[in-house]
């Protein structure tokens, strides 16, 4: 049998798969029109390609997966493009079909070195380097070194890469890449055009996903892309790779990118769910929110996102409030709830936002974190039944006992829980009130130095026994603000004054000393044993003096 008729009867074989490339890769900008949320840059480097005005070093700076590298080859292809005729210029298109771009693009072309500072940021390594630099590109115009996280460097590579980043031949271009410019030195920035990448806007990430989930033949749903597009703060990288995995997570039945399954797997709460929650506090509703928190708890829902999404809507109707940018993305039921939430006063969304901010801090270090989240919950609910401070004042000022509100009071939460001390009235009230609240020092200060001039509502005059400290006036009026919820004025005036409280005691302690000494029975013991002193004695409500 011939080798023609074996070879029709053996089965075809089938192609070879194409590894998977992850979106991040797969999508990475190839032309400067690609490149998303960074127009100002692509202008400026438009600019001077036109004008011929290129700079010999270009530092690029910005958080992770805003483009930084993928900037840098577009430069490098920019800079080193000859057109699909051969005959090209630099250009701020580059064509992406002749041999460079296409050199360039796949990391093989000979005259554009990548190197990552992160494994070579010694200094032989950049030795090596300037040392290469004076021999001429073998078939590109420019011979391009595109270093990444440049920061990373040691100071001897640093100062070995100086002159010659400073004066390099003709043919040399230098891209730096990095995520911390503070840690890169002030005589390499100086040496450097910079270019501070931006974050890229939530709308355009989102907006970029649409067409990324479009080209690969997926149903995504738009609140979905928003979600994924919020949780990469403005990283296309990151976004991407959240992408990647949301595809994924929608398994082989063709699901698309649901909402819901983003939440779930990035492990965020329902907004629908917050805004239940966050009318549950404003409305004192303690059961209720424990409740609702336990409720997204048990989706997997982590409490310092639960605390964060609230703070997110503090924010957002705090914005609504001063007429700002609601942001895209807002459904109808969130544009009708912030509205009707813009009606809270400014000082009770700061105070809300103050425990909020304090909650979180607490269960991101908490040992146990869905109980610390309750408790943080809990004294919002309780501070939501006191008054506000200016009420509060005005209550104390006219002797009134402060009235608790009713749970049901449609006021939003109290910011802190506000001290209902009396009003003091006399100088050993307003020390007591000092020691109370933990203002040792400032009371010792009171007690052994203040002598008073005159005492009213929310106003002390004072003179000093002896030159009081220069910021004593101050810490006093902000103390007894804090302790009452009253603005107080400190006065230092000239006058005598009434003795300290300290000068008071001791005078106290002296006529009592007399007194005892002046009764029948000790001076019958002080005549029986003449050497004889008196060094302490029981007064009348049992406690000892001496």
Partial sequence: MSDSLLALDMPEQPAAAQPYRVLARKYRPQTFSQLIGQDAMVTTLGNAIKRGRLAHAFLLTGVRGVGKTSTARLIAKALNCIGPDGQGGPTIDPCGVCEPCRAIAEGRHIDVIEIDAASNNGVDSVREMTEAVRYAAVSARFKIYIIDEVHMMSTPAFNALLKTLEEPPAHVKFLLATTEVHKVPVTVLSRCQRFDLRRIPADLLAGHFAHVVEAEGVEAEPEALQLIARAAEGSARDGLSILDQAIAHGGLEGEGVRADAVRQMLGLSDRGAIRGLFDLLLKADAAGALRALRGQYDLGVDPAAVLRTL???????TIVKVGGDRGPGQSAEERAAFDAWSALSFPMLHRLW?????????????????????????????????PDPGTLAKQLAAGQVPAMAPAS???????????????????????????????????????????????????????????????????LENALKGITGSHWRVLIGEGAGAPTLREQETAKADSEREQVLQSPLVQAALQAFPDATLDHWQRSDGSIAR
């Fill in 354 to 386: 103050q425990l909020l901010l304090k909650g979180h801090e607490e269960v991101s270090r908490a040992a146990l974190p869905i109980e610390a989240c309750e408790m943080a919950l809990l004294r919002i609910v309780h501070a939501s039944l006191l």
């Fill in 311 to 317: 703070l997110e809507t503090v924010h957002a109707v």
């Fill in 409 to 475: 009071a449609p006021s939003a939460p109290a910011a802190a829980e506000v001290a209902v001390d009396p009003v003091p009235e006399t100088m050993e009230q307003v020390a007591n009130l000092l020691s109370k609240h933990g203002r040792h020092s400032l009371e010792a200060q009171f007690r052994n130095c203040a002598r008073m001039i005159r005492l009213e509502p929310q106003l002390i005059e004072l003179s000093g026994s002896r030159p009081l400290p220069a910021d004593f006036a101050r810490d």
